[in-house]
Each structure stands twice: as C-alpha cells, then as structure tokens.
C-alpha cells in the first residue's frame, strides 16, 4: 500500500487569514489562488503498512516537527477513515525548492500527502473529498489540489463538509500569466501563521471591516480571472494584499511581515505602472517578506528591471501550473 504524489504551492490572490474552526481549519473568508508551476513542487510518498507502530514522517530527510505530525495525522485519518483501514504510515516528503528561498512549502506539503495517502489506500476521492484532506493539514493546501485557479469556499457546517476548493479556470486558461517571485529574505518568519491568524482574530477591530470586503473582492477577482483582464485583477489584488497587512499591522502586539525591500518592491511596481501608463503588474504578500508579481509575459523583462536591486536575493518566475497528481 504504497503511492507517490506532487504538488506545488499556490499563491492567495484573495488571503485566508482567520479560522472559524482551528481544529478542522475551516476559514472565516473564502479565497482565491493561483496554483504555480516550475520551480517549486513537493514530492512525498506515503506507504502504509500493519509492520508499522505508529506514523512517521520525514521532511526532507528530517524528522518532522510536533506540530507537522499532528496536521498530518489528520490528513492521514481522515483518509484511513474514508477507507476503513486502521494501518499507520510512514510519510517521506521532498521539496524541490532551491534551498534557503524562504518559500512555504505547506500548501504543497499537505496537498501531495493528501493526493499520495488516498492513492496509497486504494481510495478513488474526488477533488472535493481531496481538498477537504489537504485542508485538514494546512488550509491553503485545500487549494493546490486544484490546477490553475481556485476558490476556496468557507462554508458554513460545523463539520467542515462544505469547505473545499474548487477550479476557476485550468492552468492553460492564462499562458500569458506570469508570477515572479522575488526572495527579500530566507530567515523563518516572525510567527507562523496560525499563531497571527488568531491574534488578528483576537485583537484587531480593523479585521471585521475586512471581512465585510471579502465576497465583493472574490467575484471581482473571478471576473478578472474568467476574462483574463489585467486591468481589473492587478489593481484588486494588490489592494487585497495591503488589506491583509494592514489588519497585521492593527493587531496586539502588530505583526509585521514586510521588510524594506518589500517595501521598495511595493513602490517600484506602482512607479512601473505609472510610468508604463497602464497596469502591466501587481505584487502579493503572504504572511512573509517574499514578494510575488503578477504580469505577462510580454513585461516580464521590465518588471525583472524594475524590482531587482538592493534586497533582492534571487527571483523565480512561474506560471499557472496543474494541481496535485500521482507519480
Ligand atoms: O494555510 P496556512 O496556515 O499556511 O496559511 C496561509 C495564509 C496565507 O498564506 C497568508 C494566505 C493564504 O491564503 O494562503
């Protein structure tokens, strides 16, 4: 009862921040997010077996943290229990990052452990039963099960039934689409995400107006997707990055991700944009310094021009690639 399964990370154009259920993940927005291909991709093979006393899990030829085995026990049992198999499993997971880009593998992580443990137990699940796995391990690995463009749904069952990702558009809709990903730091972030999701929760009465943004910002960044209008989505999207950051910054104590090359990024892309006449790219950020920008591949010299410089350690450019597979 072996498999092998890959998955990339995605990028949030529309960010998950905010559990309704820490448990289960379930989130208290919906999001979007482009699934990358190229460069990044994450590589795991699970095997179960009735030798084995317990799970087990390596990353990267590392043992894996406390909090690792515990989102990944429930990814596991989540499938054993669709397959009504009581086997424990030994994990073995690769990344494929160049080493020290400070990138997150948990998106991929958890998507390929989900796509790689179903397949392992003979199990046949469809993207919704996959992405309900995958989410259970980290919520934005729900989405790289999906190829391209996905939109994740909160839902709103307590049992999380209702809370997948589902495909907008397939990673051929947008040849043209390019996301350069630009490395301002490798350090490990200043706090993870779960611990800042809840302390935004907790503290920060700026996040409430947020959320009240959240279902326009979704459809109209779904519009902008279906009719692969730059226009509209690159405008939308950074506004939706600075609206993360800003209600990072309105919690107690603040949480900042940026650092002062992101800055600079932030400001060389709007200098861009204004100097172009028209939007020709948007920058995200997730819960790190690391920037990521949205362009064609008509720009992507100028962009390239316009944000190396002092801070950027290395960049990385990729686009829209498929969704979690078996190997
Ligand atoms: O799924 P997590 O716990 O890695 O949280 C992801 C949070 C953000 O990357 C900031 C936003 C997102 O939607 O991916």
């Known amino acids: 009862m072996k498999a092998r399964a890959t998955a990339s990370p995605n990028i949030a154009l529309v960010k998950y921040w905010g559990k309704r259920d820490s448990q289960l993940k379930l989130p208290l927005n919906d999001s979007i997010s482009v699934t990358l291909a190229g460069d990044f991709q994450s ?26 085995m515990q989102n990944s026990f429930l990814v596991l049992d989540y499938l054993r229990k669709l397959a009504a198999v009581d086997f424990r499993a030994s994990v073995v997971s690769q990344n494929t990052f160049p080493k020290g880009v400070g990138i997150a593998s948990s998106s991929s992580g958890y998507a390929a452990l989900a796509a790689a443990a179903s397949a392992a137990l003979g199990l ?122 800003a209600v990072m910054l309105d919690s107690w104590p603040p949480i900042i991700y940026l650092n002062d090359t992101s800055k600079r990024i932030i400001a060389a892309v709007h200098e861009l944009n204004d100097a172009s006449g028209e939007i020709i790219a948007g920058y995200t950020f997730d819960a790190g310094p690391n920037a990521h920008i949205l362009t064609e591949q008509k720009y ?12 950027v350690k290395s960049l990385h450019v990729s686009r829209p690639g498929e969704g979690s597979r078996i190997l």
């Open 300 to 311: 992507l010299h100028e962009v390239e021009k316009a944000i190396k410089g002092e801070g």
């Open 43 to 68: 590589r795991t093979t699970v095997e179960f077996s009735e030798d084995y006393a317990q799970d087990s899990l390596l990353l990267d030829g590392v043992e894996a943290s406390e909090k690792e």
């Open 124 to 245: 046949k699940p469809d993207a919704r039963q996959l992405s309900i796995a995958a989410r259970l391990g980290s919520g934005s690995a729900s989405r790289s099960i999906i190829g391209g463009f996905a939109h994740w749904k909160a839902g709103s069952m307590d049992d999380g039934s209702d809370s997948f990702a589902v495909q907008i558009a397939d990673e051929n809709h947008w040849p043209e689409l390019r996301i350069v990903t630009a490395i301002t730091s490798a350090e490990p972030k200043i706090i993870g995400s779960t611990e800042g999701m809840k302390r935004t929760v907790e503290t920060s009465a700026l996040f409430r107006q947020r959320l009240s943004t959240i279902p326009a910002k979704v459809e109209g960044i779904r519009q902008a997707i279906l009719g692969k209008n730059m226009h509209s989505l690159l405008p939308a999207v950074m506004a939706e990055s600075n609206s993360l950051h």
